[in-house]
């Protein structure tokens, strides 16, 4: 999720792998894969810095995950 800030001044996130387009139009507008959109305060330069950030940061956090730390759910059956 990336914080992305409305025109009125809220805060809000958002799952940034809905996004399907961002145009500047002079403002700002995110277009979801569902054809949602959001007009953000945040220029279209800001918005793609923070996808990309986001999205380092989750590889970079998958590299610490150790195989042998994940365990399936226990069958009740057994």
Known sequence: MISLTRLS???FALNADLIERIDSTP???ITLVDGKKYVVAEPIG???STI???RA???ALSST???GD???PRD???
């Open 27 to 29: 403002d700002t507008v």
């Open 57 to 59: 940061e989750v590889v």
């Open 65 to 67: 995950i150790q195989v």
């Open 76 to 78: 009740p059956h057994d």
């Open 9 to 11: 001044g809220s805060v």
């Open 52 to 54: 990309l950030h986001h």
């Open 46 to 48: 800001e918005v793609m």
């Open 70 to 72: 994940l365990r399936l």
